[in-house]
């Protein structure tokens, strides 16, 4: 069974320009969440979608956005990026949310210039 | 507000030696708890997930304890090998959100 697959892998952008990323869960998940890691902060949860529904939001600004299609694919946006924004975007995915064990990807490295 | 704490920051041991990392949580209105470790530059790799109904876990020579009651857990490696060199991570997942809060790693680096 293939794993969560995260694309692009590394990313450079320059402040003011907006990203979006992209999660594919394993097969058969239909819980997506979506982390934020930096050296300082440590991980911080971003959000969570279930069945193309926002389940949880941690305390990220309006810039931050996500959404699920229906074949359980996730992407997260970020407009107007803040040099603060650089960090490693981790995506994990989940059968049952909250339940089971949550199974990561490998990350999008973003730099933000 | 939950805060999850792992301490040491950074540990270094000998091979072969067992060890004990730690973590401790202030609110015990936890639904599991989970121990991952984290390759540098990579994702995460689930280790263990306790039940807040469950003591302890165990998978090879990993074993980890839960203590509701005072906010700790702790995850023991058996004769530590240096393969085992990464960041060990707990997460926290709260009743009442759902939330998975983590704390912020223990380093560990085994000495060949």
């Known amino acids: 069974k293939a794993g969560v697959t995260q694309t692009p892998r590394y990313l450079i952008k320059t402040r003011g320009q907006q990203v979006t990323l992209s999660c594919s869960p394993i097969?058969?998940?239909?819980?997506v969440s979506w982390y934020q890691q930096t050296p300082g902060q440590g991980l911080q949860f971003l959000f969570e979608y279930f069945s193309e529904t926002q389940r949880n939001k941690g305390n990220f600004p309006g810039r931050f956005s996500g959404r699920q299609f229906s074949n359980s694919r996730s992407e997260m946006n970020v407009s107007t990026l803040e040099l603060g924004d650089s960090a490693l975007y981790l995506c994990a995915s989940s059968s049952t949310p909250g339940v089971d064990t949550q199974y990561f990807g490998p990350g999008t490295r973003l730099t933000v210039l | 507000k939950q805060e999850v704490t792992q301490i040491p920051a950074a540990l270094s041991v000998p091979e072969g030696e067992n060890l004990v990392l730690n973590c401790s949580f202030t609110d015990s209105a936890i639904y599991n708890l989970q121990w991952f470790r984290q390759d540098p530059g990579k994702g995460l790799t689930s280790l263990l997930l306790i039940q807040s109904s469950q003591r302890e876990q165990t998978s090879g020579r990993l074993n980890a304890s839960l203590d509701k009651s005072s906010g700790r857990s702790t995850l023991y490696i058996a004769a530590s090998q240096p393969g085992d060199s990464a960041t060990y991570l707990c997460?926290?997942?709260?009743?009442?959100?759902?939330?998975?809060?983590f704390g912020k790693g223990t380093r560990l680096h085994i000495l060949p």
């Open positions: 097969s058969g998940h239909r819980s």
């Open positions: 997460a926290v997942n709260m009743n009442r959100d759902d939330k998975i809060i």
